[in-house]
T-cell receptor, first 117, second 113 residues
Framework: DTGVSQDPRHKITKRGQNVTFRCDPI?????LYWYRQTLGQGPEFLTY????????KSRLLSDRFSAERPKGSFSTLEIQRTEQGDSAMYLC???????????????FGPGTRLTVL | QKEVEQNSGPLSVPEGAIASLNCTYS??????FFWYRQYSGKSPELIMS????GDKEDGRFTAQLNKASQYVSLLIRDSQPSDSATYLC?????????????FGKGTHLIIQP
């Protein structure tokens, strides 16, 4: 079990540029989540996938943000036309969820720290 | 609007003492409750999960849940300097409902040697 991995770990970009982050979940996990965390705050939920289906999106996920999980394995989060307010730690988590009564537990990756200049 | 409230601290506890961390939540349909530990610059690490009223113990950690009062707590016995971190309380509906976690802002815990 290699845990959740994220790439890159750090990204510095200029305002207006597009960035893409990748997350590889724990291999047997069918759910994958994206969160954003700014300094002094708890993580804020952005979106999640069950297999390849995107099941929920937060109001925080503006139209500049898009996430995909094309084959139900790894996921990408793209931010278009970055703004300074997008500077944050982007966290990915995964869980194993089977059935409506599941109480799946989310395990987090190391995060990608984005700095927009 | 779901809310999870925690005292941001810092909470300072002598080494060897019991640290008590508290959390309240607003959404009565919440079913699953989690405590995560986060060191500065790192990602959250799961400490405990609890789903039923009462206490759940795991080593030096005890989670307590009271759904009627919408209250969940974490006790850390025999506190060690390595326990110094931010502790995040998180809840979700579970049971097939919305499954994104709602986090509090975290309590900054300092264990004094």
């Amino acid at each position: 079990d290699t845990g959740v991995s994220q790439d890159p770990r750090h990204k510095i970009t200029k305002r207006g540029q597009n960035v893409t982050f990748r997350c590889d979940p724990i291999s047997e996990h069918n759910r994958l989540y994206w969160y954003r965390q700014t300094l002094g705050q708890g993580p804020e939920f952005l979106t999640y996938f069950q297999n390849e289906a995107q099941l929920e999106k937060s109001r925080l996920l503006s139209d500049r943000f898009s996430a995909e999980r094309p084959k139900g394995s790894f996921s990408t989060l793209e931010i278009q036309r970055t703004e300074q307010g997008d500077s944050a730690m982007y966290l990915c988590a995964s869980s194993s969820h089977w059935g409506s009564s599941s109480t799946d537990t989310q395990y987090f990756g190391p995060g990608t720290r984005l700095t927009v200049l | 609007q779901k809310e999870v409230e925690q005292n941001s601290g810092p909470l300072s506890v002598p080494e060897g003492a019991i640290a008590s961390l508290n959390c309240t939540y607003s959404d009565r349909v919440s079913q699953s409750f989690f405590w995560y530990r986060q060191y500065s610059g790192k990602s959250p690490e799961l400490i405990m999960s609890i789903y039923s009223n009462g206490d759940k113990e795991d080593g030096r950690f005890t989670a307590q849940l009271n759904k009627a009062s919408q209250y969940v707590s974490l006790l850390i016995r025999d506190s060690q300097p390595s326990d110094s971190a931010t502790y995040l309380c998180a809840v979700n509906e579970g049971g097939g409902g919305a499954d994104g976690l709602t986090f509090g802002k975290g309590t900054h815990l300092i264990i004094q040697p």
